[in-house]
């Protein structure tokens, strides 16, 4: 079955970094687009970086242009996103979303990012 299973979030101080990771399993990971997004307490979930098939072409949110970068791994079917100079605003649970549009689009479970003195 389809898997999405994101790590790599958890506590840091403001200017921090971090690192999440997406493994997935089940489906033809170098056919789908890979996505992050975040949701905070409150708030809509909000798309914050986007990198497609072939060429790995990127796409962010202004909020997090020169501070995020996202990348994947074909060979290890895992998509990444390394977040710099952390604020308090990048508080978020961060979710791996794949997509393709003859097939539709799945979800992982979520991992939390808090960013805090």
């Known amino acids: 079955q389809v898997q999405l299973v994101e790590s790599g979030g958890g506590l840091v101080q403001p200017g921090g970094s971090l690192r999440l990771s997406c493994a997935a399993s089940?489906?033809?990971?170098?056919?789908?687009?890979m996505s992050w997004y975040r949701q905070a307490p409150g708030k809509e979930r909000e798309l914050v970086a986007t990198?497609?098939?072939?060429?790995?072409?990127?796409n962010y949110r202004d909020s997090v242009k020169g501070r995020f970068t996202i990348s994947r791994d074909n060979a290890k079917n895992t998509v990444y996103l390394q977040m710099n100079s952390l604020k308090p605003e990048d508080t978020a649970v961060y979710y791996c979303?794949?997509?393709?549009?003859?097939?539709?689009?799945?979800w992982g479970q979520g991992t939390q990012v808090t960013v805090s003195s």
């Open positions: 979303y794949a997509f393709r549009a003859s097939k539709g689009g799945y």
């Open positions: 089940g489906f033809t990971f170098s056919s789908y687009t």
């Open positions: 990198i497609i098939t072939i060429g790995g072409s990127t």
